[in-house]
């Protein structure tokens, strides 16, 4: 069974800082996808990413994949409020017909002033 | 613009009073799900069409039923609420050979 973990569940970051999540996942998978969540609605797609050393940049966000080590990172740069919302990596493992997307727990991110 | 709606955005339904919330789309994507999202928790999966095979997962509780008459709608019939099944219900479509699934707004149900 696929299990996807994202760590660390929660995290407030200072406003103009780095910081960097992580989600790690247990099956050989070369598809992971990233979406954001803002309180009371749906996914937003964020990021694709479809084979390994993948890296998409978007505004302050940057995420990359690392197939070998079963990990993706999505790195964010001077963070702002706008950015504070929950993080979602999903991975993709079954081919063809069948193919559905395991989500992690989601990463809660907070940014204070 | 091509889309996912889903309707209602909010449903208010009575323990045991049936309910079907619906989703359509514009996109013309041959994969349609329906997922569970409970508060502070990651979309659980209920099932999928491909075309029109069902895909069922197997902890989705037999309460739930879904059908799709057409390539662009897909109904969620919970046939007798229980208040654990209040929840956000999430429709996503995706088309064949393309990963990325496109998520609608979501129906937020309450059950009283």
């Known amino acids: 069974e696929l299990k996807v973990e994202q760590n660390p569940l929660f995290l407030s970051m200072q406003e103009g800082k780095n910081y960097t999540i992580y989600c790690n996942y247990s099956?050989?998978?070369?598809?992971l996808y990233w979406y954001r969540q803002d309180p009371g609605k749906s996914l937003e797609s964020l990021f694709v990413?479809?084979?390994?050393?993948a890296v998409k940049q978007e505004g302050r966000l940057m995420a990359s994949l690392d197939t070998k080590a079963r990990l993706s990172t999505l790195h964010i740069t001077a963070a702002v409020h706008d950015l504070s919302a929950t993080y979602f990596c999903?991975?993709?493992?079954?081919?063809?017909?069948?193919?559905?997307?395991?989500f992690g727990k989601g990463i809660t991110l907070s940014v204070r002033p | 613009d091509a889309m996912v709606i889903q309707n209602p955005r909010y449903q208010v339904t009575q323990f045991g009073k049936p309910v079907t919330l619906s989703c359509s789309q514009t996109?013309?994507?041959?994969?349609m799900y329906w997922y569970q999202q409970k508060s502070s928790q990651a979309p659980k999966l209920l099932f999928h069409y491909y075309d029109k095979d069902f895909n069922n997962e197997a902890d989705t509780p037999d309460n739930f039923q879904s059908r799709r008459p057409n390539t662009s709608f897909c109904f969620l019939d919970i046939r007798s609420p229980g208040l654990g099944d209040a929840a956000m219900y999430l429709c996503?479509?995706?088309?064949w050979g393309l990963g990325k699934q496109f998520f609608g707004p979501g129906t937020r149900l309450t059950v009283l």
């Open positions: 990413l479809l084979s390994n050393g």
């Open positions: 996109l013309n994507h041959n994969v």
């Open positions: 099956t050989t998978s070369d598809r």
């Open positions: 996503a479509t995706r088309t």
């Open positions: 999903a991975v993709d493992h079954l081919a063809g017909a069948n193919s559905k997307l395991t």
